[in-house]
Structure formats: C-alpha cells, structure tokens
C-alpha cells in the first residue's frame, strides 16, 4: 500500500514525474505547493509593506509650517509644537518634545535631527523629517506621536515664540487633547473671533490683563502688581475672578468685588479697574482668542498653571502666547517692552505674580486701599455678636456720639493640611517652627500675649481665641478646645451659602486683619497679609512664630 512522504517544510516542491504518481501523492503535493506559494506571497507583501513605509516619497511641501507655534510631519496629520533655537541640540531620547520647532529657518530650526555642532542634517534637498539619524545614533527614528482629535470648546494653549529674542527659553507643550490635524486646527481657529471684537469699539479705554496665578493670596498679589503695570501703561486693569486652584480644584471663580470695595480703591488710589464679568457674558459669549504677551517665563520656560488653565476654560477663552522682545520679570523692563503695543486696545501678560516691583511698594500703594465690602464685616460682626458679650457703648468725642465698640479678641493663623508636606521637606529641626508650629508652640506664645494684653490677670481680662485653620484632624481640634480656643468651622457658620466658595478664606482673613492680637506663620504668604493690614489699619505688630 503506498503512502504519502513526510511533511518536510524546508523542502522544495516535488513535482510528479512522468510515471504515474499515486494520487494521495499528487493530492499533498498541490496542497503544499498552494501553501508555500502564500507563504512567500505574504512575505514580498510584508517586505514592501515596510520598504514602502522606509523609502516612500515626500512632497516638499508636506513639512510646511502650519502656523505658529507648531509645525506638521511629512505625510503625517500630527502637529507638533515648537521649542527654542537654544535648546536644539538636546539628545530626541531625553526630551523627544525639545526637537519640535516651529521655525523654518535656512539654520535648520524645526528639524528633529541636529548634531553635535547644531548643524541640521538637511543635505540632498530633502525634507528634514525623512532623513536618517547619522550612524552614531542607534534609536533609529522617533516615534510619532499619537494622533489627538481636538475636545469641543476645550481650551487650547497655543505658545508662540517667533520674536527676534534669541534668549528665549523653550517653550511648553499643548494641552492634552489641544494636537489636531492642520485642516482641523485652522477650522477651529477661525471659529474664534479676536477678544478685542467682545470689547465696546466705541469706547476708547484701552486694557491691561493677565491670567490667574496659582491661590488666593498669590491671585491677590498678582492683582496688586497687574495694577502697577497697568498704572505705569495709562490701562484700565481687567481684574480677573478670583479662580479655583489646585488646592481645591472646586472649578469655580467669584469677583473679588464680592468681598473688597473695588469702587473705594478707586477713589482711593485714582488706579481704573474693572471686573471681567463686566465686559464679558459668559453665558452669552461664545469663544474669543486671547493673545498674551510672556512674562516672567510663563509661556516659555515653564507652562501656565492650573489656575490659569481654568480661568481660561471657565471664561471661554483660547489664548496664544506670543514672547516678548525681552522675558524679563523686573516691572520697568516689562513697562518698556509693551511699548511697541500701546495702540493696542488691549495687552494680556502671561504672569503677574513673579513681577518685581521695587521695595515691594505694590502694597502701600494698592493693597492698604483694598478694604472688605460692608457685606463681608457685616457677616463677622454678626458671628461676634452672637458669641461674645457686646461690650458696653461708650461716647466718642471726635463724633460727639455714643458707639458701641467691637469685641476684642486673639486670632491665630494655623495652615495645616497641604502645607505640612511642603514645612516637611524645605525645613527641619528649630527652623520648622516657622512654617509649621505646633499647637503646643501657639499655645506658648498665646499665654505671652495674654499676660501683656492683660497684666492683673483677671478672668475678664482674658481674651477669647479664634482660630483660622485648615486643619481637620480631630485630635488637634480637640487640643483647640482643650485650650478654650475657637475654631472658625465655616460648615457650622454656613459661610459658603452665604458668601459663595471663596467666602471662608476671605471670612479667615477678616478675623486677622481686627483681631487686637495676631498669631500668624512666618513662611504664609496668608499670614503676612494679615500683617500687612494689622500694621497699616490698626498700627499692631503681628506675632510671628
């Protein structure tokens, strides 16, 4: 009985002879003939697949700039955005991002691919993106970057640094879900009018603003130094709201009218401001692009912040960031390289927090003036009223009229929470007593200020203590109450229904700008406004520990 050969894949194709072959034989010989025929045509279809991905042709016009700040591969819908001139020489493997450029100079700016010499491998005329590595490089290409589609009214960072400054730093990487194709992006773009068209053209004020920077107090700084830019430009400072931070990340914003009176500063300090809810509804207005000038890095040496990436999204705005001649962070220097924009209807900046003004003078000229809304003092006064003894009215003989004075009372600063990371890893030993005391170290300090404000030492002569704190631990606020202190629990206040999100740190900030005594922390940027107002408006020394 005959039987077939052995399967042998190795082997060639035995074609029957002209003797009949039985025909089991014949049978597994067609089989494995068919098998081996598409073996080897998946293998020619595989190997020109990657030959034609390797060798295939690009059109010069396919690395064509799509505009600023990025730039779009041959053959590829991906945008990839640019760095600076200075930092091209990096190696693609550490910092694949600083190879992006968007300029398209004869130097070989926007290429991937530079040496040792910043000299571009761009021989042959051919596009930069299709050249190789040379030979010492062992990486082969970098790998494309993954194809985003754009996110419906997200907000889009673009980062523009075509200036003629050649000190400028790199620039930072779009948003997550900001990358589109090159149609898409110019489709998106032009659905954004300019914000100047959401700006009253029959007036003829012309604006400074800026964007929000990191907490509250760090806004209200950044709002102090917006108004000696803006004061030093002849502008009418757009104030934005005060905007959630990464502390909260509550997504929400409140004017800063609703706690300060905006139109007593005015009057005050003869500085022009307005609110940014007064010149744009955002629930009425659809999306503006916003140019800002850089300053102080933001925009080129680092990114704009969570605070600012909020602001921007909560307002409806897509900006650009456009750099400077100079990115400088000294006030004078930026004053005089705004000039060539003064007939501009309005300047944004990138960062007003890091602006140097000297002698810190922002504070005697602006921020003494900034005193709390009626509304604000009227809410404190009400929790006093319920929770101290009313003193006794008194007469006043500048007034010629009977008064009822306010309680007195001590109030202590204790930032805990967030914080503590933060005390934990710049400050050890006797040093962290100034970032992060102990309540044992409040309570030391608190019995000194007793026994000065009170030196017979009688019962009535002790002043209550009120505590502005984030702590929430139970075991410290048990030791707050062991000591007879008062924690400001705004959940029990309801301070949030009444006065919104921002209310219990502005609330917190009322209690140390009146107290007849202040505890505060040396390291809070929160505790040293507290001072500031302690000195100017009551002449107290605050007590720092």
Known sequence: ?????????????????????????????????????????????????????????????????????????????????????????????QDPERYNNNNDD??????????????PYNEHERPRQALPKPNDEHDGQPPQQEQQQPIAHETLVQENNRSNNNDSADETAPEEGAAADEEES??????YSPFEDSLDSSDTTQYLTYLPYAGITNQFYGMLRGM????????????????????????????????????RFQELTGAKVVEFHKLRDVEQTEFNQLQCRI????????????????????????????????????????????????????????????????????????GQHLHFTQELEDFVQEYLDK???????????????????????????ARRGDFAQYCQD??????????????????????????????????????????????RRPEELKKFADLGWSYLDHDLMGTVDQLGIFGPMMVDQVFMAH???????????????????????HNRNMEYL
């Not at 430009?233 to 800063?256: E, V």
């Not at 505890?519 to 408006?537: E, H, K, N, P, Y």
């Open 1 to 93: 009985m005959a039987t077939s050969p052995k399967y042998r894949p190795v082997s060639i194709a035995r074609y029957p002879s002209e003797r009949q072959a039985p025909p089991s034989s014949r049978r597994y010989s067609s089989r494995r003939l068919i098998i081996l025929v598409a073996f080897a045509l998946l293998v020619s279809s595989g190997t020109m697949l990657v030959f034609h991905a390797v060798t295939g042709s690009f059109s010069p016009s396919s690395s064509r700039s799509t505009g600023p700040g990025c730039r779009k591969d041959a053959e590829y819908s991906i945008i990839r955005w640019g760095t600076n001139q200075n930092n091209r020489n990096s190696n693609y493997r």
């Open 426 to 471: 710049n400050f050890k030993g006797p040093k962290m007593i100034h970032c992060l005391p102990s309540t044992e170290d409040f309570a030391a300090r608190i019995d000194v200020i007793q026994a000065k404000l009170n030196p017979t030492g009688s019962l009535k002569g002790i002043l209550p203590v009120f505590v502005a704190t984030n702590e």
């Open 295 to 366: 300053t102080c890095g933001f925009g080129s040496k680092r990114t704009i912040d969570f605070t600012a990436k909020g602001f921007l999204k909560q307002w409806k705005l897509n900006v650009t960031l456009s750099a400077l001649s100079v990115d400088a962070t000294k006030i004078d220097t930026i004053t005089k390289v705004l000039t060539p924009h003064r007939r501009d209807k309005y300047i944004c900046i990138s960062n007003t927090y890091k602006i140097s003004v000297p002698d810190k003078s922002e504070w005697e000229r602006f």
């Open 515 to 537: 107290a007849q005594s202040l505890v505060g922390i040396q390291m809070s940027t929160f505790s040293r406004v507290g001072a500031l107002r302690q000195r100017d408006w």
């Open 387 to 413: 929770n101290l003894e009313k003193p006794e009215a008194v007469y006043d003989p500048k007034t010629r009229s009977t008064i009822v004075p306010t309680q007195k009372y001590i109030a202590i600063h």
């Open 106 to 119: 004869n130097n070989g700016a926007g290429s991937p691919w530079i040496n040792d010499n910043g000299h």
């Open 228 to 263: 000696e830019v803006a004061k030093a430009l002849g502008r009418t400072l757009i104030i934005p709201p005060i905007t959630a931070s990464s502390h909260d990340k509550s997504k929400q914003n409140q004017p800063w009218s609703k706690f300060l009176d905006l139109d």
């Open 186 to 191: 110019v489709e998106e773009e032009e659905e």
